[in-house]
């Protein structure tokens, strides 16, 4: 049995979870009443299929992190969420569980502990107002951004020179230039949260790095 944390992105929940062997992302998601989010090792990284074995692929104490769908132009991410439900429940989940292959066992109750902060600001974003400024940060490199919140459901990401590896991509399409320097990052489906969206530029970056191969 391994102990992991499972983090869920925008709502700073941080939950602790017992994994036994042959568990799957799956298991992971509906032992935490999380089944319309998707599993990954980090908030750029590859989402683990919900049918896929975790056990063996991670380490005991492994911290991973439970997103929600946030799709950048009209084609990232199909693969990978489309039975993703666009919302953050943000719900307590009101026990630790035990969790293995096909199912949750309940152990003890146990109040959920909370990150200290939301992604974003984690991520070492600053807030002034409605704007933030910081940098979409990936293994590839960390990119110079900034994010309008004009209300909870209106918020613009941009990306301050997009790489070449990003602009020639079949995704270069999604980077709309704003001026000569700075590009807004198309979402045809609107991430729910600040953190969410940092999460999906993060991780369309990547991939277009990946593709660019």
């Known amino acids: 049995m391994k102990k992991v944390c499972v983090s869920v992105v925008g709502s700073g929940q941080l939950h602790e979870v017992n994994i036994e062997p042959g568990t799957t992302a799956g298991d992971i998601l ?5 089944s319309d ?11 683990f299929a919900n049918a896929e074995s975790v056990y063996d692929k991670i380490p005991e104490g492994q911290k991973l992190f439970a997103s ?16 993703f439900a666009q919302h953050f429940g943000g719900r ?10 096909g199912s949750a066992r309940i152990t003890h109750p ?17 807030k002034n107002g409605n704007v933030y400024q910081g940098n979409y940060q990936t293994r590839y490199g960390a990119y110079q951004g900034w994010i309008e919140e004009r209300s909870p459901h209106q918020i613009s990401f ?18 709309q230039p ?14 729910k949260d600040v953190s969410s969206g940092i999460a999906a530029v993060e991780r369309l970056v990547s991939e277009c790095f990946r593709n660019a191969r």
């Open 68 to 83: 929600t769908k946030a799709t950048v132009g009209g084609e990232i991410f199909d693969l990978l969420v489309n039975s």
């Open 30 to 34: 509906r032992g935490l009443n999380l």
């Open 92 to 101: 307590p989940a009101p026990r630790a569980v035990t969790i293995s292959s």
């Open 158 to 175: 941009f990306i301050l020179e997009p790489p070449q590896e990003v602009l020639q991509s079949s995704h270069g399409p999604c980077f």
């Open 178 to 191: 704003r001026n000569d320097r700075w590009f807004n990052v198309h979402m045809s489906t609107s991430p």
């Open 37 to 47: 989010y998707l599993l990954s090792r980090s908030p750029s990284a590859d989402f």
């Open 110 to 126: 146990t109040p959920i502990r909370r990150l200290p902060l939301p992604y974003w600001q984690e991520a070492g974003w600053s």
